[in-house]
Every structure is written in structure tokens, then in C-alpha cells.
């Protein structure tokens, strides 16, 4: 195989089984076992390799041989979960970064150069807005930002120097739900490729890679961690899109995951399922129990036949979210006195952990957009953002409940 001098990577065994299923992959799929036998995935903490000869450096960095020479480039802890998470996803290939927004930063400026044209949907995180409006124009890519629920503003965004589209589904922070199909077919006609976030559904509800998208990317510090230690990225893809696009950005630019936090998502794998169906319970109940409630203006959850995407969440996941967005009657002062008066859910401005938290995107995730873009957003001074942790679902609805009687 050739070395990762080129644009492969040093072979890491697959699943043993093509029958698997994904929760058995994210056990067992990629594991790399030193000459000692270890149950438990290794930790390769080194920056580089020595080789045993001088012939076999020249071999390894010309590329017939194969083999790893810097954790810059790849590492076998990294590489591991790379491959499991490839497995998972059903994807060709993956790489891993040091964060979530690296991963999307390569995505988006990886098949792109100047002169070419961006297309993505306005219900976006502030930080991947902040890309396409402030980073890419620096070197003439222009972008244009639609609805992302309406498929004729797609449709009139396209230039014919468009070459990418860029959409969350579900969004973050309000939660509605893009037609993925419908805008990859877009996409295909334009000649452009589509990169998906799939944070908010993971892995287990959502799989992009088979709706048409062509790159699927994750903040990995969520549920892949998904109990508030380690910070992370991937971006999944096929592996002509990988090798074009990301490879060589990465190598040479150095966005690398540490192999101590890929270690730590890779343990994390083995429980995403079971956590992100216990999450998913607990953001199904907070829903019901919240849903109506007088103190509640809007309650938008995905997996509610209320979602005003509901048609579209029944074709494209296979199962709600994790989070649950509403709005807290009495504005900013209301939504204060509701997160002051918390007692077990955390404020926050992450996600996808194992404890419950609140965010309130107008004051962070989304305080650098003007009012008016946050209110065409629908994110006004009222919204919170829950998302569900692991503890028993009786006592994040009590906690939530009696907060609002503090409102």
C-alpha cells in the first residue's frame, strides 16, 4: 500500500465480518493490537517512528511500503478510530482533526479555490457562518446563504462557478430538518458536492453518505466523547473525495487529533449507541412533558409529529435527536430566570454529554449575528437549546419543570 507520503494510509484491519452490525463496528471494527495482545485499544503516544534501516525510510517515504512516519500525518491510535468510525458511518474513508470546526473548515475550503462559488444553508453554528462569510471571501470564494428548507432558493443560489453546498440537519440551534436527498440532487446537477454536519442527529438516527451527500462531517467533543474531556473532528467521506480534497490539506496544514483524545473517542464509540438512545428517550419526554406548557412559546423537537419537518425526519432519520429547542416566555429576562433556577442541568454552550445541559444560543453560539439575522434564524432572546444526558428522565423533566415555575 502506498505510505502516507502519498494520499493512503497505513492499513488498519476492517471488520471482520461484513454482516455486522453498525453497534457491533463501533466495538470492534480497525482495532490495531501491538505484539502484546492487549484487549483494550493502545495508546501510541509518539510524535514519530524510527525505521530499521535506511532503506526502509527511503521505501516508507517514496510509498511502495506502507508503514507510518509522523503523527502529524497519522498515527495508529488516530488511524484506529479513523477506521472504526468509517465502519460505523459506511463510509470509504476518514480523517480525524483536533476539533469539530477544523473538520469543517477542511471540508469547505478543501474542494474549493478562488474564483469558485459556495452555496449553504443560513441556519448554520455562528462559527461555520463566520467561514463562509469572513474566511472564504479573503480568497475570492464567494458564498451564498439560502433557507435551507426552501429547495427553489437552492436551486436559485447556483452560479456556474458554484462547486459546494454546505447544510446542518437537523440545525443548530432551532432543529429543523433539511431534505438531504433533495439538495444533493441539486448539488449533482450544479456539478457541486455536498457536505453534511450531522452533529445534532449522530450516526446512530442519520446517515448523510446514503441520502447523497458526498462528505459528512462531525464535532467529535460531542456524543463521539460525549462526557465533556476531549475535543475532536472527522470528516467521513469516499475516498476519492478524501485523497482530492482533505488529505494533503491536513497533512501539510496540521489540524491533528492528539492520539491521547483519539484513544479516548475511540473508547467513547464503543457507548454511542447505547447513549445516544438513552439521550434520545430523555429529549423525547422533555419534549412531551414541555410541549404545551404555558410557560413554553415553541417547543421544536424532531422526533414530534408537530416538527414542522415532520414528513422529511420520517424519511431521512430513523429516529429523533438528542436535543429539544423551546422558547421560554418573557424573552432574555425570562429565559434567565428559568436557566438561574436549574438545579441539575448545566449552563453551558456544548452538547452531546452525558450530563443534561441548557444553552442559550442568542448570548453564545450565535452572538456574533446581528438581532435581525437571529431573529430571520428564529432564534430570539427566549430560546434555549436542551440537551438530554444520561441521567433518569423523571428527574430532568422535575428539574426542568420547576424552573419554569420560576419564570
Sequence with gaps: MPSDQSSARPAVPGPAGADWHPETRLVHAGTLRSQFGETSEAMFLTQGFVYGSAEECEARFAGPSGGFLYSRFSNPTVAMLEHRMAAFEGAEAARATASGMAAVTAALVGPVKAGDHVVAAKQLFGSCRWILEDHLPRFDVASTLVDGRDL??????????????????????????????????????????????????TAVWQSPLTLGADCVV???????????????????????FIQ?????????????????????????????????????????????????????????????????????????????????????????????????????????NNLGDSKSLVTHPAITTHQRLSAAERAELGIGDGLIRFSAGLEHKDDVVADLLGALEKV
Design 218 to 240: 462531525y464535532s467529535a467533543t460531542k456524543h463521539i466523547d460525549g462526557q465533556g474531556r476531549c475535543m475532536g473532528g472527522l470528516i467521513l467521506a469516499s475516498e476519492k
Design 244 to 348: 482530492d480534497h482533505v488529505h494533503m490539506l491536513l497533512r501539510q496544514t496540521g489540524p491533528c487529533l492528539s492520539p491521547f483524545n483519539a484513544w479516548v473517542m475511540l473508547k467513547g464509540l464503543e457507548t454511542l449507541s447505547l447513549r445516544v438512545e438513552r439521550q434520545t428517550a430523555t429529549a423525547t419526554a422533555v419534549a412531551d412533558a414541555l410541549a404545551g406548557h404555558e410557560k413554553i412559546e415553541r417547543l421544536v423537537y424532531p422526533g414530534r409529529a408537530d416538527h414542522p419537518q415532520a414528513e422529511v425526519v420520517k424519511r431521512q432519520m430513523r429516529g429523533g435527536s438528542t436535543l429539544v429547542a423551546f422558547d421560554v416566555a418573557g424573552g432574555k429576562a425570562g429565559s434567565f430566570r428559568f436557566m438561574n433556577a436549574l438545579k441539575l442541568c448545566a449552563i453551558t
Design 152 to 201: 427553489d432558493q437552492w436551486r436559485a443560489a447556483v452560479r456556474p462557478s458554484t462547486r459546494l453546498f454546505f447544510l446542518e440537519s437537523p440545525t443548530n440551534p432551532t432543529l429543523e430538518v433539511i431534505d438531504i436527498p433533495a439538495v444533493a440532487e441539486i448539488a449533482h446537477a450544479a456539478g457541486a458536492v455536498l457536505v453534511v454536519d450531522n452533529v445534532f442527529a
